[in-house]
């Protein structure tokens, strides 16, 4: 593959052939496994101005928007990593919401001390264990912490995101889903209760279940 001066070569990390056994992968899936990893090594071109950089594994192993939209409502928890004191990766499982392409996420301590010092994150939003099941998408990009509630009141997708979140976390520790779900009220609060807001200008997604098809060609 030859690559021109403005492109970078986006590689995803080989997995060892002793992971097998721990990904269930036998015969026709292990087989799948490599094709992966094959077709893991694309050219990606540099960042225009307001566009977000797609970073498929293949574009035949993509998932479609509609499929994206549907990951991103429906999905529980995501995790978000930033960077801590001294480049140490903070990783953090989190409910979260989704509305005009951006990631909002509600939470405290560590994680928004470290958007504040710096921006630059990385969110993966994943389902299914078994990899020839696995669908997910990786996201890149930089994210803000919302100061008060007059940011909150700004920002565009934040009211969606409210009614959304009520919805779906309903109930979701452990006390009975109420028959009419209300609005996720969460406001900046104390030093570091607030909302944090991703906007990702890169991105990768992968649908394991097509696997099977693209062998068969």
């Known amino acids: 593959m030859i690559l021109s001066s403005s492109s970078r070569l986006f590689i995803v990390t080989s997995l060892r052939s002793t992971d097998a056994k721990d990904y269930h992968i036998r015969g026709d899936n292990y087989l799948c496994c490599c094709v ?18 797609e970073m498929p594994i293949s574009k035949k192993l993509a998932l479609s928007n509609e499929q994206l939209e549907e990951l991103m409502q429906s999905t529980w928890n995501m995790r978000i990593a930033t960077v801590g004191p001294g480049s140490r990766i903070n990783l953090t499982p989190m409910w979260f919401g989704w509305a005009e392409g951006k990631i909002f996420v509600f939470g405290r301590g560590q994680k928004v001390v470290n958007v504040r010092r710096n921006a630059e994150c990385t969110i993966v939003v994943d389902r ?3 990899f020839p099941e696995l669908q997910a998408a990786m996201f890149q990009g930089a994210a803000k ?22 919805a779906k976390y309903a109930g979701g520790h452990g006390q009975p889903a109420p028959e009419h779900p209300v609005d996720n009220a969460a406001t900046a609060s104390g030093d570091s209760n607030r909302w944090i807001v991703m906007t990702p200008d890169k991105l990768v997604t992968w649908d394991n279940f097509k696997l099977k098809d693209l062998l068969k060609r």
Do not use: H, P, W, Y
């Open 145 to 166: 912490v919302l100061e008060s509630a007059a940011e909150e009141n700004a920002e565009a997708g934040m009211a969606e995101v409210r009614t959304q979140m009520g």
């Open 128 to 130: 299914n264990e078994k």
């Open 36 to 53: 992966t990893l094959i077709l893991s090594f694309v050219a990606i071109t540099e960042k225009k101005q307001d566009e977000v950089i």
